[in-house]
């Protein structure tokens, strides 16, 4: 990785937030957070409201801009996260996606050839116009030292949607139709796959300076399915990206893989591994240290919610523990909707070593 890293400043060289990929890391590192535009903000939760359903606002480029800036106007964050959502690339296939208040996403199942044969990839491009809109927007919005960070949910995550139809503790019907039809669901994974590409390639040509790569559930599978199902696919979005914009870093966020992270970065060929909050800080180094690739993470996200000398702590353990590697400062999972706003802004604080 290390003699590639050089390129990744090529297109936005000025943005604090990239350094760390081009192994320019200053002595404080780059922040953002995983869901800083969200509901534990009084003027998201203003304009959610305006917008109607959840969707309606992800692809409303007016609102979905308007709510990616807001966190950036409140806490100079080094880099902002386009406002979305994984579940887009579903919806624009042709699944039936829906959100219901209170209880999370709701799909139509997709659990046969069938229903595979009802999703249409050429409806994507027309489908997600919006989103690149909206990210076109807020690259001309943004000041110019700010990163922006377009995402995509890989593809075995998002497979666990389609296929249960919902969000679920196991992602048991995504497992079995694993099992059982290996190579039927592998046509469903290759289909996210490659919509997954293509989505992120538009974010990119709209003005994305960097983009990440949502695998919320990887932890649910064992080692004899991780490769197949979490490191393959992903290698293959990387890869395709790499031969399409060479400097634009791509992180990848294994949520749950613990031992099997290192094997991740090694043989996805990300440029740098979002980390959760199970994961130790002399993983992180090694990560950083060993594996060439930049650490990004892993506080706790109801430390945010606690506040106080418990937060402080801890930040300060991170930073120290990272000092001198390449890392971005994040949280181990999103922003909960119960955090404080102050208690966010007294972490930037402790981060930039203003307090």
Not at 82 to 109: K, M, T, W
Not at 127 to 151: H, K, M, Q, S
């Amino acid at each position: 990785m290390s003699d590639k890293q050089p390129t990744l400043l090529g297109r936005s060289g000025g943005r604090r937030f990239l350094k760390p990929f081009a192994r320019q890391q200053e002595q404080r590192p780059p922040i953002w957070l995983m869901r800083q535009a969200g509901r534990y903000l009084p003027e998201y939760r203003e304009v959610r409201t305006r917008a109607g359903s959840f969707l309606d606002l992800c692809y409303s480029p007016e609102l979905a801009v308007e709510v990616t800036l807001q966190p950036i106007r409140r806490y100079g964050f080094d880099a902002a996260i386009v406002f979305s959502d994984i579940l887009v690339v579903p919806d624009a296939l042709g699944q039936a996606v829906s959100f219901v208040e209170g209880e999370g996403p709701r799909l139509d199942p997709v659990s046969s050839a069938a229903d595979l044969a009802r999703l249409d990839p050429l409806r994507v491009p027309a489908r997600l116009a919006p989103v690149y809109e909206t990210v076109r927007r807020c690259r001309e919005a943004l000041p110019a030292e700010v990163a922006l960070i377009g995402f995509c949910g890989a593809p075995w995550t998002v497979a666990t949607y389609m296929a249960g139809g919902r969000g679920t503790p196991d992602q048991a019907a995504a497992r079995l139709w694993a099992y059982r039809d290996p190579n039927g669901f592998d046509r469903l994974v290759e289909l996210v796959t490659s919509a997954s590409i293509d989505y992120l390639t538009g974010q990119v040509a709209a003005g994305a300076d960097a983009l990440q790569i949502f695998d919320s559930w990887a932890g649910s599978l064992p080692d004899s399915e991780f490769d197949r199902w979490v490191v393959a696919p992903t290698r293959r979005i990387v890869g395709a990206l790499k031969a399409r914009h060479p400097d634009v870093p791509v992180i990848g966020f294994p949520r749950g893989a613990g031992e099997k992270t290192a094997r991740y970065a090694r043989e996805t060929g990300v440029d740098g591994v979002g980390c959760d909050t199970s994961l130790s800080l002399g993983t992180m180094k090694a990560l950083a240290g060993t594996e060439g690739v930049v650490a990004q993470g892993n506080l706790d996200p109801l430390l945010l919610v606690a506040g106080g000398a418990a937060l402080e702590t801890r930040v300060r353990q991170i930073l120290a523990a990272m000092q001198g590697l390449p890392f971005v400062f994040n949280l181990g999972h999103g922003i909960v909707p119960q955090t404080p706003p102050e208690h966010v802004a007294r972490l930037v604080d402790l981060v930039r070593g203003q307090g």
